[in-house]
Nanobody, 129 residues
Framework: QVQLVESGGGLVRAGGSLRLSCAAS????????MGWFRQARGKEREFVGA????????YYIDSVKGRFTISRDNAKNTVYLQMNSLKPEDTAVYYC??????????????????????WGQGTQVTVSS
């Protein structure tokens, strides 16, 4: 049974930092590119960024470039989202997701929810002004 479990969310002031973790089990972690998405209240789920199986390729939406960094530790089956210079508009539930993509970088449709095979339950991030 595949499980993705996010942790590290919480309440932080604007300008602060948080690091989210997503621990994967029940799958061959290195066969999967990993993505981070977020969903603010009343809005659709939004792609944030992704990392290839090796960690060699990353991709981010413009609004988080330079502030957020995705990394992974394949020995620990864990992917991370380091969030710096947080803004109130970053407030959302953050989800990690796994996209079966062994041996290659990121697919063209990396930002599409439908490309991802497994999802975590989400962790709340709240940024106060």
């Amino acid at each position: 049974q595949v499980q993705l479990v996010e942790s590290g969310g919480g309440l932080v002031r604007a300008g602060g930092s948080l690091r989210l973790s997503c621990a994967a089990s029940g799958l061959t972690f290195t066969d999967y590119a990993m993505g981070w998405f977020r969903q603010a209240r009343g809005k659709e789920r939004e792609f944030v960024g992704a990392i290839s199986w090796s960690g060699g390729t990353t991709y981010y939406i413009d609004s988080v470039k330079g502030r957020f960094t995705i990394s992974r530790d394949n020995a620990k089956n864990t992917v991370y989202l380091q969030m710096n210079s947080l803004k109130p508009e970053d407030t959302a539930v953050y989800y990690c997701a796994a996209d079966y993509l062994p041996g290659v970088g990121l697919r063209v449709g990396v930002a599409s929810l439908h490309e991802y095979d497994y999802w975590g339950q989400g962790t709340q991030v709240t940024v106060s002004s």
